[in-house]
């Protein structure tokens, strides 16, 4: 059953089976000095998130694409990764409703030698957005590159900007 004071964003998560998750649990003696979503007016900057277990955990997935990580594993990873953002944003904004549109998407793919697909991983972020968001809403410029290494083994990595109601 929906949460009644959930807005329609969060409507559509439950719909479709999606938990956003806690805060991140960072690995033991792991200290994250920063803030996970900066407020500046309109517009909420957004560190780098890896995907996340619906407990708040990282996702245990860990390796290269086009090495241990199928492509169908990385998308799926995107998407952990835009539920782990909503989250962050859902704290920090108090409702996913105060995003009036995403303006920015940046996502890293921990990539072996000659794997040069990192679009289709990303894409796994972008689905989600625009199918929670709608095209008005949801519709970001975006930058898909791979890495040589990302922290903690992770294969996805996103970072982004939204504007956002005052």
Same mark, same amino acid.
């Given at each position: 059953?929906?949460?009644?004071?959930?807005?329609?964003?969060? $409507?559509?998560? $439950? @719909?479709?089976? &999606?938990?956003?998750?806690?805060?991140?649990?960072?690995?033991?003696?792991?200290?994250?000095? %920063?803030?996970?979503? $900066?407020?500046?007016?309109?517009?909420?900057?957004?560190?780098?998130?890896?995907? $996340?277990?619906?407990?708040?955990?990282?996702?245990?997935?860990?390796?290269?694409?086009?090495?241990?990580?199928?492509?169908?594993?990385?998308?799926?990873?995107?998407?952990?990764?835009?539920?782990?953002?909503?989250?962050? &944003?859902?704290?920090?904004?108090?409702?996913?409703?105060? =995003?009036?549109?995403?303006?920015?998407?940046?996502?890293?793919?921990?990539?072996?030698?000659? %794997?040069?697909?990192?679009?289709? =991983?990303?894409?796994?972020?972008?689905? &989600?957005?625009?199918?929670?968001?709608?095209?008005? @809403?949801?519709?970001?410029?975006?930058?898909?590159?791979?890495?040589?290494?990302?922290? %903690?083994?992770?294969?996805?990595?996103?970072?982004?900007?939204?504007?956002?109601?005052?």
């Amino acid at each position: 059953m929906a949460d009644a004071q959930a807005g329609p964003i969060e $409507q559509r998560l $439950q @719909r479709m089976g &999606l938990v956003l998750p806690p805060a991140l649990t960072p690995p033991p003696g792991v200290v994250l000095p %920063f803030a996970m979503v $900066q407020v500046r007016g309109n517009r909420a900057l957004i560190s780098g998130h890896g995907p $996340q277990r619906p407990d708040g955990s990282m996702d245990g997935l860990g390796g290269k694409l086009g090495g241990a990580v199928s492509l169908e594993q990385g998308y799926a990873a995107a998407r952990l990764t835009a539920l782990s953002i909503l989250g962050s &944003l859902k704290r920090s904004l108090g409702s996913l409703e105060r =995003v009036r549109c995403w303006v920015r998407v940046h996502g890293m793919v921990n990539s072996a030698p000659g %794997f040069n697909r990192q679009p289709s =991983v990303i894409n796994g972020f972008s689905d &989600l957005i625009l199918e929670l968001y709608g095209p008005e @809403r949801g519709m970001h410029a975006r930058s898909a590159v791979g890495m040589a290494e990302l922290p %903690f083994d992770v294969p996805v990595e996103i970072e982004g900007e939204v504007e956002i109601e005052s």
